[in-house]
């Protein structure tokens, strides 16, 4: 079982990082093939809990959502209820820190929703545990024995406290600030704390308890040796605190309250990083990472104690895109890893303490119905989790169940709302709904006063705001100049590796369509429409969502067959056709996505070029991480800290910082700190500067987007209507985030 299960999770991480080589790639999509899904919606029981269907809301972060006191708020509170009336079987909440008075990362990471620490939060509690309830679902809490290294640094400088962990390692965010080993005195408080807090959430009428047993957090610190060096004590054994908590668990809570336990069967270190991990010293100590042998050796060990419910997935943070799975990762990577564990527990007559069978359950971009249909028929899994499918749409088991597989706005693993807003200091939203997160607030109602009202661009921003008007019983025109809907994402969606977005903007023309059929809805393509035009036809309200244009950038004043954007190459590859060399000029997430489509599925060889210290500093660190990770396998040069001079004839003339200690632009294992984020550890880079001449058939220009918005100048100039807006990248070049949120803000008031 040992080289068996090494093998499968070289196969997967392989398959993940080479994943697409070339065309013709086959993508999930949003099909209804295995209509009627039957296994989805068979119900399952989990020790004594019965669970109506297969269907299990994975762990989101709530930081933001609840008080001081860690009492879940209206906001919390409605947004889980917002899934359970969509028919998902299990909810699970998102992380609960029990370690706040030991782990002093705690308190600077974020407002976390807590338990075990009195009444007031029980309160909050209860509520949603009963509102979940009236819906018909299931209600878990992950319980969280704390961040450890993997928290912020902050508790240093502000309050003069080292971060916590199982040894001495490193601060992940800030790798010179120690973290601490903790007492064997700190770890039994830590378990006791453990044990109240399920008591306490027991007590609530919450059905269950998860343990966030994985993706190097501090029970995982403990649970591998790669993160565990401990030579003494209790705890030196990698078992032992894992164990203690189960039991202790178990102990407070009786013998039938249901326990999930989250793992990841390997950190997949060595099978992400290969002999980097003896040769870079920020890896090298995480060199002995538990192997898949003993990871299935520790599930024998937490079942016997009491868990009746297991999620296993890949990954840590060193290499975060593995659990946490980003657009450019195949659909269902981790599915053989279920199986692993899965044949491994039928094989060995593994059963819970209850005496039954322990279910697995699936995760990681299972949001295809047809593809988390078949891994239940065919016994690859017992249950599917979902995640952020359910954040793009809250009613993703009902249209399946329904058979309206077509009507699901999908995700598209941007990860700018969910994760990247909650590193931002926000709470959990989603790029392409925008009532997620705000679910608290009422729906949109119907207008008291029709209106007319004219929307001119069809992208992202257009499309949200026309059609939501629309629903509200507005005599609606939506134009676009070009024959297709879509904006900018008819570019962005060309990579292979882009394909969910694909899917979203299929969902968005399938939008438009279902809109048009409406008689108060008109769809205007091909149609350039003049402000004075607007003027004539007297409409109340012009919503002007035009978009942004390529920048052109100083050094290229022309733009020749040999010097083009990287809009236009994703629209039309074959502007490269004849280029071997190409230089992409902007390392930011289109610049990449650009290089990455040039090298894997056209062969060319390409050289990235930034002007910051980090490539893709703006985009989810999941996200940047596995992009950059599959740029440095395919081969593309990747210079930071360089600016360029001059474009001239088949070259392209940079000056480089070539100074020891600039950022290696591949160390994908480590994070980019957010600016507002002080640290004064922080060394000022030196300045050794060297002229670079980079050979170039092609130059691809990804400097960045600027505001389309003469348009709407000149709709104010002409006063074409009493009221005008400017939306979208058209007002402030942004994210689908920004531009779906302000389409909808603007179309719920008019």
């Given amino acids: 079982m040992s080289s068996n299960g090494a093998a499968v999770v070289a196969a997967v991480t392989a398959r993940v990082h080479a994943w697409p080589q070339a065309r013709p790639v086959q993508p999930a999509e949003m099909s209804a093939g295995l209509y009627p899904y039957d ?10 809990l019965t669970i109506p269907n297969r269907i299990v809301m994975g762990p989101m972060g709530n930081l933001g959502m609840a008080d001081t006191e860690g009492r879940p708020s209206e906001k919390m509170i409605a947004y889980f209820a917002e899934r359970a009336k969509g028919g998902v079987g299990l909810i699970t909440s998102g992380l609960v820190p029990v370690s706040s008075r030991v782990d002093p990362t705690v308190k600077y990471s974020g407002t976390f929703p807590r338990l075990g620490n009195g009444r007031h939060a029980m309160a909050g509690w209860r509520d949603l545990a009963e509102t979940v309830h009236a819906h018909g679902a299931k209600f878990f809490v992950q319980l969280s024995a704390g961040l450890g290294r993997v928290g912020s640094p902050e508790c240093l400088p502000r309050d003069w406290r080292l971060p916590i962990s199982a040894s001495w390692n490193p601060n992940y965010y800030e790798p010179r600030v120690p973290c601490r080993p903790l007492t064997d005195r700190e770890c039994r408080r830590i378990v006791s704390e453990m044990g109240q807090a399920a008591a306490d959430a027991r007590e609530c009428g919450i059905d269950g308890v998860y343990l966030h047993g994985h993706e190097g957090y501090l029970l995982e610190q403990f649970a591998n040796p790669a993160f565990n060096r401990r030579r003494f004590g209790r705890y030196a054994d990698f078992q032992a605190f894992g164990r203690d908590c189960v039991a202790e668990v178990r102990s407070r809570c009786g013998p039938d309250y249901p326990i999930m336990y989250r793992i990841d069967i390997s950190l997949a ?65 981790f599915l053989p890893i279920t199986r692993l564990v899965k044949d491994h527990l039928a094989a060995n007559g593994i059963r819970s303490n209850a005496g039954r069978a322990v279910p697995v359950v699936a995760v990681g971009k299972l949001g295809y119905p047809d593809l988390a249909e078949a891994a ?23 249209k399946v169940f329904a058979g309206r597989v077509s ?41 008291q006063t029709q209106r ?54 299929t969902h968005l023309e399938q939008r438009v369509a279902a809109a048009a059929q409406n008689a108060g809805f008109q769809l205007r393509l091909g149609t350039a429409v003049r402000p004075e035009a607007l003027a004539q036809d007297g409409f109340d309200v012009v919503v002007c969502c035009t978009g942004s244009v390529p920048e052109r950038p100083r050094f290229a004043p022309d733009i020749t067959p ?40 056209y062969g060319k060889h390409v050289t990235v070029v930034e002007m910051s210290p980090h490539l893709m500093g703006a985009a989810c660190a999941a996200n940047r991480g596995l992009l950059l ?103 402030r070049v942004g994210r689908i985030l920004d531009a779906t949120k302000a389409g909808y803000a603007i179309a719920a008031t008019l």
């Fill in 39 to 48: 296994r989805l919606f068979a119900p399952i029981t989990v020790n004594r």
């Fill in 269 to 333: 270190l060595r099978a992400t990083y290969g002999a980097r991990m003896d040769n870079e010293p920020a890896l090298r100590r995480f060199r002995d990472e538990r192997t898949v042998e003993m990871s299935l050796d520790y599930i024998r060990t937490l079942i016997s104690m009491g868990v009746d419910l297991l999620d296993v997935d890949l990954g840590c943070y060193e290499n975060w895109w593995l659990p946490h799975p980003p657009a450019g990762m195949p659909p269902g990577p």
């Fill in 376 to 398: 239940l028929r065919d016994g690859t899994c017992d249950m599917i989790m979902l995640g952020r499918p359910l954040l793009a749409d809250p009613d993703w088991p009902r």
């Fill in 407 to 447: 009507e699901i706005a999908p995700c598209i693993g941007d990860q700018d709302g969910c994760l990247g807003e909650i590193v931002r200091g926000g709470h959990i939203r989603c790029a392409v709904n925008p009532r997620t997160g705000f679910e608290e607030r009422p729906p949109v109602r119907p207008a």
């Fill in 452 to 505: 007319r009202v004219a929307v001119v661009g069809a992208g992202p921003a257009g499309i949200t705001c026309a059609c939501v008007a629309a629903e509200r019983g507005h005599s609606v025109v939506l134009f676009e100049q070009n024959e297709r809907v879509g904006g900018w994402l008819r570019a962005g969606s060309v990579p292979a590796i882009k394909f969910d977005l694909a899917n979203y903007l």
């Fill in 562 to 601: 040999s010097v083009v954007f990287a809009t236009e190459v994703l629209l039309r590859p074959t502007l490269a056709a004849h280029a071997h060399e190409v230089v992409v000029i902007g390392g930011g997430e289109v610049g990449c996505e650009t290089a990455h489509m040039l090298a894997c599925e």
């Fill in 629 to 731: 990770h599959q740029l440095d396998r395919l081969g593309v040069s990747l210079f930071n800290c360089t600016r360029v001079v001059k474009i001239g004839d088949r070259a392209v003339e940079v000056v480089r910082n070539a100074a020891s200690g600039i950022p290696s632009p591949g160390a994908v294992w480590s994070p980019v700190l957010p600016e507002n984020v002080a640290n004064p550890l922080k060394r000022r880079l030196p300045l050794v500067e060297e002229q670079v001449q980079i050979a170039a058939d092609l130059v691809v220009l990804a400097t960045g987007q600027v505001p389309n918005d003469g348009f709407h100048d000149d709709c104010r100039r002409l006063h074409v209507a009493a009221e005008i807006h400017n939306v979208g990248d058209a007002f």
